[in-house]
């Protein structure tokens, strides 16, 4: 563990906490003292009366009353600690996967207390809880910013598409087609570009006057076409054509993306010149991007 559970009180705690999957250590460490009562900075106080020669994993696992192996499969760190599973792409490697709040309603299932949110590592794909219908948030804010997508079946099907091109094109490739294709599609749709959908997610949405609220319901309407995008750019066979010499393969890559993305309304005039270098602009960063898959395969 790291240096903030380096405590030397080796005696259970009253009430044991059972560790979330994928919970950061910061957050169980906050949830085993609001449920003890016992402020974090006094929990991890050393004890000058009652020494350990136990390892911080050891300790933790005598405090919260858990046992070390629960510890290991439920928390990444403790993992790192006990040097198990390192892949470079798994939460304790560092590389897609970030510290976000887990869904409300599969804490509130798992853990019994719909007060005490949970902080865990998530993939950087994973953005609609499947099992509860929820968008989450993008990085830690609070759980009560996660809103139900149910009606709305086109985003589930949409994160599960976007988990299989992840599985299929690597999670390096997946994630720079999905910052930068988000980028383009922002673009895009700002020009009519299959708007109707979109304009329909955010009506079914009804979009609060809160900035973050606001701005996680546009993330959700977009998403269907943002891993439409992923779909289109992460594919070798696609991205040959838009990386072409040849005008005419752009041109028919450039076909091929709007047959999939269409320009709904024309009162905005479509220059289809800047149109090709932004798709072979955002067709070299994915390139990029691909070849990082390919070294971590090797």
């Given at each position: 563990?790291?240096?903030?559970t380096?405590?030397?009180?080796?005696?259970?705690?009253?009430?044991?906490?059972?560790?979330?999957?994928?919970?950061?250590?910061?957050?169980?460490?906050?949830?085993?003292?609001?449920?003890?009562?016992?402020?974090?900075?006094?929990?991890?106080?050393?004890?000058?009366?009652?020494?350990?020669?136990?390892?911080?994993?050891?300790?933790?696992?005598?405090?919260?009353?858990?046992p070390?192996?629960?510890?290991?499969?439920?928390?990444?760190?403790?993992?790192?600690?006990?040097?198990?599973?390192?892949h470079?792409?798994?939460?304790?490697?560092?590389?897609?996967?970030?510290?976000?709040?887990?869904?409300?309603?599969?804490?509130?299932?798992?853990?019994?207390?719909?007060?005490?949110?949970?902080?865990?590592?998530?993939?950087?794909?994973?953005?609609v809880?499947?099992?509860?219908?929820?968008?989450?948030?993008?990085?830690?804010?609070?759980?009560?910013?996660?809103?139900?997508?149910?009606?709305l079946?086109?985003?589930a099907?949409?994160?599960?598409?976007?988990?299989?091109?992840?599985?299929?094109?690597?999670?390096?490739?997946?994630?720079?087609?999905?910052?930068?294709?988000?980028?383009l599609?922002?673009?895009?749709?700002?020009?009519?570009?299959?708007?109707?959908?979109?304009?329909?997610?955010?009506?079914?949405?009804?979009?609060?006057?809160?900035?973050?609220e606001?701005?996680?319901?546009?993330?959700?309407?977009?998403?269907?076409?943002?891993?439409?995008?992923?779909?289109?750019?992460?594919?070798?066979?696609?991205?040959?054509?838009?990386?072409?010499?040849?005008?005419?393969?752009?041109?028919?890559?450039?076909c091929?993306?709007?047959?999939?993305?269409?320009?709904?309304?024309?009162?905005?005039p479509?220059?289809?010149s800047r149109?090709?270098?932004?798709?072979?602009?955002?067709?070299?960063?994915?390139?990029?991007?691909?070849?990082?898959?390919?070294?971590?395969?090797?």
């Open positions: 563990m790291s240096t903030a380096a405590f030397r009180i080796v005696r259970p705690l009253p009430r044991s906490v059972p560790p979330f999957p994928g919970e950061t250590e910061k957050s169980y460490l906050h949830r085993l003292s609001r449920i003890n009562q016992v402020p974090v900075p006094r929990l991890l106080d050393p004890s000058h009366w009652l020494g350990s020669g136990w390892d911080e994993l050891d300790r933790l696992s005598l405090v919260s009353g858990q070390r192996d629960r510890l290991i499969a439920a928390m990444p760190e403790a993992r790192r600690r006990a040097n198990e599973s390192l470079p792409y798994a939460p304790e490697g560092g590389r897609g996967f970030k510290p976000r709040q887990a869904c409300r309603r599969c804490v509130a299932a798992r853990t019994g207390n719909r007060d005490l949110p949970v902080t865990a590592w998530m993939s950087a794909a994973h953005h809880c499947l099992r509860h219908q929820l968008w989450l948030t993008i990085h830690t804010e609070p759980a009560r910013y996660q809103f139900d997508v149910s009606g079946p086109e985003i099907r949409a994160q599960r598409r976007h988990y299989r091109l992840m599985r299929r094109r690597g999670p390096v490739t997946v994630a720079g087609c999905y910052t930068y294709g988000g980028k599609w922002r673009y895009l749709s700002g020009r009519h570009y299959h708007v109707s959908g979109r304009n329909r997610r955010l009506e079914h949405l009804q979009l609060a006057d809160d900035y973050h606001r701005l996680l319901a546009l993330q959700a309407a977009d998403y269907p076409e943002v891993v439409e995008i992923i779909s289109i750019f992460s594919s070798p066979h696609l991205r040959r054509f838009a990386l072409s010499r040849d005008s005419r393969d752009l041109d028919e890559f450039r091929e993306f709007q047959r999939r993305l269409p320009q709904e309304e024309s009162r905005t479509l220059d289809l149109l090709n270098r932004q798709l072979k602009s955002l067709a070299e960063q994915i390139e990029i991007c691909a070849r990082h898959d390919v070294k971590e395969e090797r």
